[in-house]
């Protein structure tokens, strides 16, 4: 089992800045990839960036260039960064950990912040 509590979010104005932050706990060690995902009422869950264990990230096109993830090993924890912050930013956002069990891929998640870009 995986535990994870995510913190940020808010309220920012288009062009702003926020960041989120995703401490993990609980089997730690069976990690391979977290991430983040949002959601917008009406629509699925989309990928917003991922990162494995070794460093190696992922963008969803709409935020190339603007978000930028991170993550401190040694901390369990995973970053969002998101710079230039549209409009369209705006969504619940949830952390996501995938992890890796006798061949067994599983998907655990945050409670979810919200993230409102207006001005």
């Known amino acids: 089992q995986v535990q994870l509590v995510e913190s940020g979010g808010g309220l920012v104005q288009p062009g702003g800045s926020l960041g989120l932050s995703c401490a993990a706990s609980?089997?730690?060690?069976?990690?391979?990839?977290m991430g983040w995902y949002r959601q917008v009422p009406g629509k699925q869950r989309e990928l917003v960036a991922a990162?494995?264990?070794?460093?190696?990230?992922n963008y969803a096109d709409s935020v190339k260039g603007r978000f930028t993830i991170s993550r401190d090993n040694a901390k369990n924890t995973v970053y969002l960064q998101m710079n230039s912050l549209k409009p369209e930013d705006t969504a619940v956002y949830y952390c996501?950990?995938?992890?890796?069990?006798?061949?067994?891929?599983?998907?655990?998640w945050g409670q979810g912040t919200q993230v409102t870009v207006s001005s």
């Open positions: 996501n950990a995938k992890t890796l069990v006798i061949a067994t891929f599983r998907d655990y």
């Open positions: 609980g089997s730690i060690g069976s990690i391979k990839v």
């Open positions: 990162i494995t264990s070794s460093g190696t990230p």
